[in-house]
RNA sequence: GGGCGUGUAGCUCAGUUGGUUAGAGCACUGCCUUCACACGGCAGGAGUCGGGGGUUCGAGUCCCUUCACGCCCA
């Protein structure tokens, strides 16, 4: 057969990719429409991935499920509002620049324009980082990510998103810093933002503040030490047992359980502590848990959470004792009044808690304070999530967002907030209120970094040269963005700063999940004029990780909450991790990723795709490249079917699909094609491309070889013209069908014969298929015909000759309603199997009789 | 300790409100060089649906209980 003009001898998927790329930006196919109003828009809200690395076989995964949503809702009509971000602020990235460049920030030193930095990449073991001022190591922070997000953009351009490129943006960027700015400054004007002076988690190797969503608990070998503390009514000695002695000379209080008999007497009267001499009241509250330890612990300023409650609901004095630095105070503090007491701090004044505990531990089992040997434990203690160190518990002034961590009537707004959103799937949102049900303050925003957006706001500088924080001086929205390390605040000049009567600015900068929380906003630029944004807000749907519900899905939506008093989307769709062959989650940490370039160039973009595709939503998926090879198995048939079945060329104008058979087969797509529609509004894509898939194989193996004859025209005219009208009709909603999944071979082919782009083509729809035939109508007539085929196939393949050989007779066993499906298709059947004669037997089963024709014995007949 | 999820063939997974004999692909085995496709086609074997109990005419599906694994939180 000779192939039509515009169709490949031999196609190939070879290099589709990077050609179709080319063409969907010349095209403009996933350009946002600006002048389309709401009700025309979808709109998602992408995850900007962090920059900080390479991209691995996960981006590939959940990405491709929201692009697959995406290219569906735009061939239903829908203008999508697709856009893409990098997320590079943070520490993530700081951490991949002193890395890779050897270098540290030192905010005291003066800018050098000369500066280049040391090394890019493999830095030596022995080097001591180079320290740099705060606007080189944000230049370098620049530099570096620059580089990673174009190796980004450009795998993210060959798995074919659908992205509208000229949307991007970074958190780091100018509309991002803008947005972010504009937006904390209108939490400050109603006072969801606030700072306090107030214990709060510091990684002190990081020396940074960090919130409650960005801590976790890890089992670490620790013990506990019995400890006497001496009743001052000399009635003898009170035994606590404690996991961190070396926070002795913070101690304030003893606590016990109100009901605890043991400790009931005691409530009200007052111990002296060991070695330090420091009188402290024996108090009860119900967090104290008699169970534990003796039933009797001490509150030190801050040993752990626990203490920050007891601290502030029994009013205590606060004598933290480690800085910043995770050391020990240098001086001894005054609440140590007894000369021995000085002198034992003098053997810890300056320490890391670690040796700290040690010497403490030596002066308490000298002065017989300590009862016994320590006693081994594991036990969970609280780490920031990237650090490696304990946190620490440590008095700072920071700034706040209220989240309803503090507040029960925000809490339970913000719960309802998330009943307003669909979550896909359902069970999720089960984690999203356990979250902030649990939250036990509010969210803390402020970062002692130096690579994210400055938090706007100067403070001014009394007569004595000290910062006056209750003075907080702001910049105007039409100012933004700013840094108050260089501008300077309204009324001022520059040589007001850090002089008396002048100002300060604010050094910090705000947590990356405080600008990433504000996505929707960004994409959309949210500001004075609100023409893009108010078409796209709210946002149809937030795709992302599980992982980060407790971060990025809860502080976008409080965010959202405070400032448009609405959800910031309509759906929340959740997507699984990767997990390896040994089914652990494929992280960095654990060495296990795989990246995906290599990948997309052996099996094909659309293979990939197909395994991603193939990850129901929400569920870890394993990691399988057998996936990928039925994926591009798949894409090859679409290729070479297409080029079958358009190789029959052009039905006639008044052809009339009569055939039985082939309306049944239409019948059965319409019925896929409605099950794939319904799904994909659930953005179910996974079971839209079951369904799909499902029908394509049965058509492939089934249909086209019984109906090829006919399209040959073996048979009329009337059931060529048929079977070619069918089988273009189905091999056209099936391309479109399958284009979300396979974008690259869909338009392939669909190019072959159609104008355009298959992604600018329009979904599928049963009406278009046209036949009006139920599903069971449809399988009425098609399942026994596809029985008899197989067991005539069985019957070849047991005798085992080719399925071309011929058969002189065939018997059918069948029940009437079968058997009159069978007559309907008598010929096609014939033609396919070979078969000589038919004929029919009443039966309860289908069961066939084949008899071979005999074979000649002579080769060469 | 609390919450959520998962457990179906050697592997990866479908199985919708309970309804014939539990499905698919991979892998494995056999056959077919066939005129869209050998980067192919046809066919085959293989499962006490994690265990136990219950509801029901009927349970992979609903209820209870238990085990294992994973995740989130404390």
């Known amino acids: 057969m000779n192939s039509p003009a515009g169709i490949p001898d031999k196609p190939s998927l070879d290099g589709i990719e990077s050609s179709l790329v080319a063409q969907w930006e010349t095209e403009g196919v ?5 002048s389309a109003t709401r009700d025309q828009v979808f709109a998602i809200d992408t995850p900007p991935p962090t920059v900080s690395g390479s991209l691995h076989i996960g981006h590939v995964f959940s990405y491709t499920h929201t692009d697959t949503v995406a290219r569906f809702q735009r061939m239903r009509g829908k203008t999508v509002f697709y856009p893409i971000g990098w997320d590079d602020n943070g520490l993530a990235t700081e951490r991949r620049v002193q890395n890779f460049t050897g270098v ?18 493999d830095v030596p073991k022995d080097h001591r980082a180079t320290p740099v001022s705060r606007p080189n190591f944000v230049e370098l922070c620049r530099e570096i990510t620059h580089l990673d997000e174009q190796a980004f953009e450009e795998l993210f ?57 960005e801590m976790e608990d890890r089992d670490v070998p620790g013990a506990y030490h019995q400890l006497a503390f001496h009743r001052v009514d000399g009635q003898g000695d009170l035994v606590i047992d404690t996991t961190r002695p070396e926070l002795l000379a913070s101690c304030v209080a003893m606590v016990a359980h109100p009901d605890d008999p043991r400790f009931q007497p005691l409530f009200g009267t007052t111990v002296r502590t060991p070695l330090f001499g420091v009188e402290v009241p024996v108090l009860a509250h119900h967090l104290a848990e008699p169970e534990k330890g003796t039933g009797i612990a001490m509150i030190c300023t801050f040993g752990d959470i626990t203490d920050v409650t007891w601290w502030r609901e029994l009013n205590l004095p606060s004598r933290a004792l480690i800085g910043f630095d995770g050391r020990f105070a240098a001086e001894a503090p005054e609440w140590i009044t007894t000369d021995a007491g000085r002198e034992a701090y003098a053997h810890i004044a300056g320490l890391a808690p670690k040796q700290a505990q040690k010497k403490v531990v030596e002066l308490l089992q000298a002065s017989g304070e300590m009862l016994g040997d320590a006693r081994p ?5 609280k780490f920031y999530e990237r650090g490696t160190r304990p946190l620490e518990i440590v ?40 979250w902030v049900g649990g939250l036990n303050g509010d969210w803390l925003i402020s970062r002692q970094r130096y690579f994210g957006v400055p938090i706007p706001v100067w403070y001014g500088v009394d007569t004595d040269g000290n910062p006056d924080y209750a003075t907080v001086l702001v910049p105007r929205e039409d100012q933004l963005p700013i840094d108050p390390s260089t501008d300077v605040p309204e009324g001022y000049t520059a040589d007001q700063r850090n002089v008396p009567g002048g100002f300060i600015g604010d050094p910090d900068v705000m947590d990356t999940w405080a600008t990433s929380s504000l996505t929707p906003q960004i994409a959309g630029d949210w500001g004075d004029s609100n023409e893009l944004f108010d078409r796209v807000f709210p946002m149809d749907v937030r795709p992302q990780g599980h992982d980060i519900i407790r971060t990025w899905l809860f502080a976008t939506m409080v965010r959202s909450h405070h400032e448009h008093g609405t959800p910031p989307w309509r759906n929340a769709a959740l997507s699984g991790w990767i997990l390896d062959p040994d089914r652990k989650k494929m992280s960095k940490s654990k060495g296990n990723t795989v990246t995906p370039m290599h990948l997309l160039e052996q099996y094909g973009t659309d293979a990939v795709r197909y395994w991603s595709a193939s990850g129901r939503p929400g569920v870890d998926t394993a990691f399988d490249e057998g996936q990928m090879k039925i994926g591009r198995k798949l894409a090859l048939k679409l290729l070479n079917v297409s080029k079958f079945v358009l190789g029959f060329g052009e039905p006639s104008a008044d052809a009339t699909i009569s055939a039985s058979i082939d309306r049944a087969m239409l019948g059965r797509l319409a019925g896929v094609v409605d099950d794939a529609t319904s799904a994909f509004e659930g953005f179910d894509y996974a079971r839209a491309l079951e369904r799909t898939e499902g029908f394509f194989w049965w058509f492939c193996d089934d249909y086209v070889e019984l109906v090829k004859a006919r399209a040959y025209g073996t048979q009329d005219e009337a059931g060529a013209q048929s079977a070619r009208a069918a089988l273009r009709l189905a091999l056209s909603a099936v391309t479109r069908a399958f284009a979300p999944f396979l974008p690259f071979v869909t338009d392939e082919v669909w190019r072959w014969w159609q104008p355009g782009s298959v992604h600018a083509a329009a979904w599928p729809t049963a009406d278009e298929l046209g036949t009006g035939i139920s599903a069971s109508e449809s399988a009425a007539a098609i399942e026994p015909v596809s029985e008899v085929l197989a067991q005539v196939r069985r019957a070849k393949t047991e005798a085992k000759v080719s399925q071309r050989a011929a058969i002189d007779t065939l018997v059918v066993h069948a029940p009437d309603a079968a058997r009159t499906a069978v007559e309907a298709a008598l010929a096609d059947l014939r033609d396919a199997g070979s078969i000589a004669s038919v004929t029919f037997v009443t039966g309860e089963q289908i069961v066939c009789e084949v008899t071979l024709a005999p074979v000649a014995d002579t080769p060469a007949s």
């Open 395 to 434: 008095a700072t002034r920071q700034w706040y967002i209220r989240n309803g961590g503090r507040d029960n009537d925000l809490r339970d707004a913000l719960v309802e907030r998330g009943n307003e959103l669909t979550w896909h799937p359902s069970y999720m949102q089960h984690r999203y209120d356990n």
């Open 30 to 34: 996933y350009r946002f429409d600006r």
């Open 104 to 121: 540290r920030c030192d905010p005291s030193l003066p800018y050098d324009d000369g500066f280049s930095a040391p090394f890019h990449g």
């Open 157 to 213: 351009r060959r798995l074919g998103l659908s992205v509208d490129w000229s949307l991007l943006y970074t958190t780091i960027g100018d509309r991002a810093r803008r947005v972010s700015q504009r937006a904390f400054l209108r939490n400050l004007a109603r006072g969801e933002a606030y700072q306090q002076d107030a214990p709060t988690l510091y990684d002190i190797d990081e020396r940074t503040a960090v919130a409650q969503a």
């Open 377 to 381: 434990i594991s036990h969970p203690v």
